[in-house]
């Protein structure tokens, strides 16, 4: 039970149906769908399309999207992976006569032909029960009509505005006489919903061909891309169902999307956490966190050094997952000093920071369990407008290198490295929690910071999300404020180089499904601006 006089929020409990998403808008047109008849899925979808045009500076349809399902009653995951490819004409060598010595996150080179829509166009045909129109109108009457900015949105527009300025067709939609929008600002875009509109009532080709492609292919063109509306047309095929990965962790199977997402290190964060025994200071002590910082920092080396698209390198996914590779990381880690170098294997003083992401999770009345995340990378992407079609491009190419070699060196048709996660708990066969945290290159970490907060602490959903965060980046440990100012000391003494942060860690969604009592119990993330409903 949380303390009442302290500040904060209460789990949500249902018993039917349950959303959690990080934006009201979003989450209520989810139940709407739920209570019109749609299922988990239709919810989804619903959700990220409102998601798409209430959070611009997080997600779109110019972006990509995973998804974990469970389809009532069938004991089993399905994973999606909508993540696009790079265009035929992306090679090391078309980026080095163009003056890249490294990737861009503002560049064309940057903007992948985008995934999005592509999987909500498949998952809708497999495992929807409403047509496109339905689900997309709650989206495309928010892009007609206009939303007011909510705060973290304001917040993060105002740390985009240099990017928002640096192309005029950007700064003539997302800023005002030069500023960003702010608090209460109704913000529209008749653009995107005519795109919108276009997609609801023609498919995921009405995006991927015809003048909607022409245009985004134009402006990167313009820019300086090697974009054709051959990548376009192909991307509307690149969304594909894909076999998930799982852990066995404390009795429970956890599920994550394979490469090129990064799903594989929170697999081996848990076989390396489970090894050790609860700290008895519990979950915010010097110990659990310097241990949890420890196998990050591993586990963020391998992913630095294998993880890549598996159709064009082998990614050792059994390997750097299996009892024997985590017990291996478990015996360089101590409980009184932190590692001052980690053995050869990555490139982690390349790791890019974190980044603008948008998960959420729905459960409907018949059993149907969707985790669900979609994303532009960084904030805004790459900056990047299409202005007739109202796209805004993301700029997952940024997670390529340009080092001839590397698995994840940019290539015609390849896929990047992923940082998007969606996360599902299964227990005896059936669902137990979807569950998510965003925060590009943090989610890993976030996801097994959460995991071990419910599960192993005993914290329930909504103050495992509550709970101070912490990532190690660049040779800095960044800590959020609530760490106590004695633990961030410890860390210090234990070798750590404890650093504030001004943003917090990322932002989190989950729904446990107490099948016992027959409740649902929903939290979302005080980091952003959202909610968990149920009926």
């Known amino acids: 039970m949380r303390d009442f006089h302290a500040p904060g929020r209460s789990p949500v409990l249902a018993t039917r149906g ?14 709407d769908i739920l209570r019109n008849g749609g299922n988990a899925l239709d919810a989804a979808i619903a959700a990220a399309a409102v998601l798409a045009v209430v959070e611009p500076q997080s997600t779109g349809i110019g972006g ?22 790079a265009p035929a004409g992306a090679t090391p060598e078309r980026l080095r006569a163009d003056g890249l010595t490294a990737m861009d996150p503002t560049s064309p080179h940057s903007v992948t032909v985008p995934g999005a829509v592509s999987a909500w166009g498949k998952l809708n045909a497999v495992y929807g029960r409403m047509p496109l129109d339905r ?30 300025s640096r192309r005029e067709a950007t700064a003539r939609h997302f800023l005002k006489d030069g500023q960003p929008l702010k608090v209460g600002d109704i913000f529209r875009q ?40 051959a990548d376009f047309a192909a991307g509307l095929d690149v969304a594909e169902f894909v076999e998930p990965i799982q852990a066995r962790w404390k009795g429970l199977d956890i599920f994550q999307c394979p490469p090129n997402g990064s799903g594989m290190l929170v697999l081996s964060m848990l076989g390396v956490l489970e090894r050790f025994e609860t700290p008895e200071g519990g979950p915010l ?9 420890e196998v990050a920092r591993l586990a963020y080396r391998d992913r630095d050094a294998f993880l890549a698209d598996p159709s064009q390198v082998e990614v050792p996914v059994a390997k750097l997952t299996s009892a024997e590779y ?20 990555g490139l982690a003083e390349m790791l890019p920071v974190h980044k603008d992401t948008v998960y959420l999770c729905v459960v409907d009345a018949d059993g149907n369990v969707c985790s669900f995340i979609n994303s532009l990378f960084e904030s805004f992407g790459s900056g990047i407008l299409a202005e007739k079609s109202g796209v805004m491009l993301h700029n997952r190419g940024f997670g390529f290198r340009l080092q001839e070699g590397h698995p994840n060196c940019i290539a015609p048709n390849k896929r990047p490295m992923h ?17 998510g945290v965003m925060g590009g290159h943090f989610q890993p970490m976030g996801q097994t910071l959460f995991l071990s907060n419910h599960f192993e602490f005993g914290l329930d959903v909504q103050a495992a999300l509550d709970l101070p965060r912490l990532f190690p980046y ?44 027959g409740v649902l119990i929903g939290g979302s993330d005080p980091r952003k601006d959202g909610c968990a409903l149920g009926y």
């Open 64 to 85: 990509d999207c995973f998804c974990l399902y469970a389809p009532a009653g069938q004991g089993r995951v399905v994973a999606m992976n909508g993540s696009g490819r």
């Open 285 to 293: 002590s010097a110990t659990r966190l310097h241990r949890h910082t």
């Open 474 to 517: 660049g040779g800095k440990l960044q800590v959020e404020r609530g760490i106590p100012s004695s633990v961030v000391d410890q860390l210090s003494r234990m070798g750590h180089v404890p650093e504030l942060i001004a943003n917090p860690h990322g932002g989190g969604q989950a729904i446990l499904i107490d099948r016992e009592r």
């Open 326 to 345: 985590t017990a291996g990381l478990r015996a360089l880690i101590s409980d009184e000093k932190a590692m001052r170098e980690l053995p050869p294997a």
């Open 190 to 229: 008749p653009a995107l919903a005519r795109t919108l509109r276009a997609i609801a009532n023609e498919g995921a080709r009405a995006f991927y061909e015809g003048e909607i492609a022409a245009d985004m292919v134009a402006t990167l063109r313009a820019a300086g891309g090697s974009h054709t509306e």
């Open 135 to 164: 689900i997309l109108a709650p989206a495309i009457r928010l892009a007609e009509e206009g939303h007011p900015i909510h705060p973290r949105v304001a917040s993060d527009w105002q740390n985009a505005t240099p990017k928002l």
């Open 419 to 435: 940082t998007i996660i969606p996360g599902m708990v299964m227990k005896d066969g059936q669902p137990l929690m979807p569950y």
């Open 18 to 31: 349950m959303a959690a998403t990080s934006m009201p808008a979003a989450t209520l047109a989810a139940i």
